[in-house]
């Protein structure tokens, strides 16, 4: 289980100010293995992210996980349908464009994932992916810190 710092909100509600998107979000994975949740939603319409896990490869946040990149999904690219349909984040915060950007915690293999959203169709530039970037090393940072087992 993961507790949320207030570090770790004030990054991802700055992050989502200085990139103009939607919404920021963080996911952890519970243990080795396990399903990935979500804990802090930066932008959200609704508290109902906290109630939603994900597998490893399914949706746009778990194929991040699963290749250990950034994976992209976009109205404007092929293939992103069923990414967006899969990602019950994407479908209950009506988001058309996101970001999802694999961390490790650990060191090891990606065990958490930072997901930019918008609710209209953007392309991310970018330097909107580096900085996402930097800011999801950051956070895979602070989320070992904060690990309660």
Same mark, same amino acid.
């Given at each position: ?10 990054? !991802?509600?700055? @992050?989502?100010?200085?990139?103009? *998107?939607?919404?920021?979000? !963080? ?13 802090? &939603?930066? /932008? ?11 597998? *490893? /490869?399914?949706?746009? &946040? ?12 976009? &109205?404007? !690219? ?19 464009? &996101? ?9 090891? @293999?990606?065990? /958490?994932? @930072?997901? @930019?959203?918008?609710?209209? *169709? ?12 930097? *800011? ?14």
């Amino acid at each position: 289980m993961l507790e949320i710092t207030d570090e770790m909100r004030k990054t !991802l509600d700055q @992050l989502r100010d200085h990139i103009y *998107v939607d919404l920021t979000a !963080l996911a952890l994975m519970s243990k080795p293995g396990g399903s990935l949740q979500w804990y802090y &939603a930066s /932008g959200s319409r609704s508290e109902r992210y906290r109630r939603i896990s994900f597998k *490893v /490869g399914h949706g746009i &946040a778990g194929m991040a996980v699963r290749l250990g990149r950034t994976v992209t999904v976009s &109205a404007l !690219l092929s293939g992103s349908i069923r990414l967006r349909q899969e990602c019950a984040l994407m479908l209950a915060e009506q988001l058309h464009s &996101a970001v999802a950007i694999p961390f490790s915690s650990t060191g090891d @293999l990606p065990n /958490g994932v @930072l997901l @930019l959203g918008n609710r209209d *169709v953007r392309v991310f530039t970018d330097s909107d992916v580096s900085r996402a970037t930097q *800011v999801a090393e950051q956070l895979g940072q602070l989320c070992a810190h904060t690990l309660i087992l």
